[in-house]
């Protein structure tokens, strides 16, 4: 099935709206040190420093754009530097391609880490799979916005191991969303503002390199913006059948070089950069 023909299903918004940050493993820019990074591809530039994850063609999800980044569950992980574009917000979408081959265990190792940003037992945000303490949560998405007091949530239904799976969190002030693969699973009231924390951002792990990711991860963005459910599902299809043009018109030019040059990727192609040129 291509995008756009799901009956019912509303494109009208650009699936770029609101997007603040989309970090893709990519080569680095020609003339540049020999070193692989987590691309952030749209302004901010928030790029992540990549602290032994492996570099993997051999598992990807259908239509990333790029390579995805193997965790081993120890010691690997994914930095972000802190800067006024790292501001998370009330309302917020927040999507990633997630390959879990375990769950954690025991006590507050129960979580393993997608993104946070967590020092000393103290969050702005916080989305992992699985909960403090609580093994019924394994294998379920968890957020925390953190306004003082930590307001774990969960999704009802799982993440499945083994497997790609699209995970997103939707949060519009009143209540979070959670979906997996573009259907939603389940809400809940959720009314957090996120107290700014200042603290660097961490992809794969805490920041004390526990609660570990064990597999893979890509492909993750956050929207400060509220998608709907029908936004969520193109979104979705957009991500498993190769990005449109809308999307990529996001980023710069120089970035989407980078992905082009990546081998084993979907090819970027050059009506995308002219059109972004003339933009």
Not at 40 to 46: A, G, R, T
Not at 91 to 103: E, L, Q
Not at 112 to 131: H, K, L, P, Q, V
Not at 169 to 193: E, M, P, W
Request: proline share 4%.
């Amino acid at each position: 099935m291509r995008l756009g023909h799901i009956i019912g299903v509303n494109y009208a918004a650009p699936l770029n709206r609101g997007l603040y940050h989309w970090w893709m493993p990519v080569a680095p820019d020609a003339g540049t040190a020999n070193t692989r990074v987590l691309r952030d591809l749209v302004y901010h530039e928030d790029d992540g420093t990549i602290n032994n994850p492996a570099w993997s063609y051999s598992v990807q999800p259908h239509g990333t754009l790029g390579p995805a980044l193997e965790f081993s569950g120890t010691n690997d992980k994914v930095d972000v530097s802190d800067s006024g574009s790292m501001n998370m917000q009330q309302v917020m979408t927040f999507t990633a391609w997630v390959h879990p081959r375990s769950v954690g265990g025991g006590s507050n190792a129960h979580m393993r880490y997608i993104f946070n940003d967590e020092s000393g037992g103290s969050a702005t945000c916080r989305w992992s799979m699985g909960s403090a303490g609580n093994a019924t949560y394994d294998q379920r998405i968890g957020v925390n916005y953190n306004d003082g007091s930590n307001n774990d949530t969960q999704s009802t239904g799982d993440i499945a191991l083994d497997a790609w799976s699209h995970i997103g969190t939707v949060t519009d002030g009143t209540n979070i969303y959670f979906y997996i693969n573009g259907v939603q699973d389940s809400s809940a009231a959720y009314t957090i503002t996120p107290t700014q924390k200042g603290n660097a951002w961490q992809i794969g792990a805490l920041t004390t390199t526990s609660r570990e990711w064990d597999g893979w991860l890509t492909d993750i963005a956050i929207r400060l913006e509220a998608f709907n459910e029908h936004e969520m599902l193109a979104l979705y299809e957009a991500a498993c059948q190769g990005y449109p043009e809308e999307l990529l018109r996001a980023t710069k030019p120089r970035r989407l070089k980078s992905i082009a040059a990546v081998a084993g990727g979907v090819p970027v192609k050059e009506k995308h950069y002219r059109q972004m040129r003339s933009a």
